[in-house]
């Protein structure tokens, strides 16, 4: 499973950026598409994800109402749209994707066998 995430840069706080996910094959149901995010010395920390059953969007508290989680199943790809960014917000974003993620472990990374090269953020104050 190949996924690719892409999009990242540098932007000043208070702007946006929106990232991609190549994931071919794995926009539809049974896959779960996942965003996490990782800064150095840290855990990778759930950001959004659609699970494949219940199709509504899942948000870490933390970006809830600033990121905005959709998808274009024609084009297999996943994106994450960030507004209101913040210096608490660079890390480098990945993409992950699982078959059998149950909806309870959602926000887990041991959850996903398949995660794509992480796109860096950084958000200058």
């Known amino acids: 499973v190949q996924l690719q995430a892409f999009g990242g840069g540098l932007v000043q706080a208070g702007g946006s950026l929106t990232l991609s996910c190549s994931a071919p094959g794995r926009t539809r149901s049974p896959w779960t598409v996942a965003w996490f995010r990782q800064t150095p010395g840290m855990d990778r920390d759930f950001v959004a994800a659609?699970?494949?059953?219940?199709?509504?969007?899942t948000y870490a508290d933390s970006v809830k109402g600033r990121f905005a989680y959709s998808r274009d199943t024609a084009k297999n790809t996943v994106y994450l749209q960030m507004n209101t960014l913040s210096a608490e917000d660079t890390a480098v974003y990945y993409c992950?994707?699982?078959?059998?993620?149950?909806?309870?472990?959602?926000?887990?990374?041991?959850?996903?066998?398949?995660w794509g090269q992480g796109t860096q953020v950084t958000v200058s104050s």
């Open positions: 659609m699970h494949r059953s219940a199709g509504r969007i």
């Open positions: 992950a994707a699982s078959s059998s993620v149950i909806l309870s472990n959602l926000r887990s990374q041991i959850a996903y066998a398949y």
